[in-house]
């Protein structure tokens, strides 16, 4: 019985684990293309290849969006809220030619990724030691 009550807590852990770095590699798309974006920004000829690296910007930000259960608390709703602007923000700065807007969201793109990183981190070292004295007594 306490096998399957850790098979769980493990499954449910290393799944969390796994979005995790779904969550990471999100914003590391997010972030990747914002940027390829404010480099192509102010050249005449590039002004396709800077709308396909929003397009793909956006794409990341939406699928945060979606990630999102909102019905979970107010951290939630919140970074709805959050997302929600950002990718505004990021159609906004495709239609109005605005590099500043796009630099803003990156400010909060970096943040949110440094502090999901941060939280990953944290569950991981929580996950970590519970999993090792585990297998020892199973071993034992």
């Given amino acids: ?22 969550i990471l590699i999100a914003y590391d ?13 102010d050249i005449k000829d ?13 794409d990341a930000v939406t699928e945060l969006l979606s990630a999102l259960r909102v019905d979970v608390g107010e951290v ?3 970074l709805y809220k959050l997302y929600d602007y950002i990718l505004r923000s990021l159609v906004d700065a495709g239609v109005r030619n ?3 807007k796009i630099v803003e969201v990156v400010g909060y793109l970096e943040s949110l990724r440094d502090a999901w990183d941060a939280a990953i981190r944290q569950l991981k070292a929580q996950i970590a030691p ?7 007594a199973v071993k034992g």
């Fill in 29 to 41: 798309i997010a972030i990747k293309n914002c940027k390829m974006a404010i480099d192509k920004f």
């Fill in 98 to 100: 605005n590099k500043n």
């Fill in 130 to 136: 519970t999993m090792d004295l585990s297998k020892m």
């Fill in 1 to 22: 019985m306490m096998q399957q009550g850790y098979a769980a807590y493990r499954t449910a852990a290393v799944d969390t684990a796994d979005q995790g770095k779904l």
């Fill in 76 to 78: 939630a709703q919140n």
């Fill in 46 to 58: 590039k002004i396709e290849e800077r709308t396909k690296h929003l397009f793909k910007a956006q």
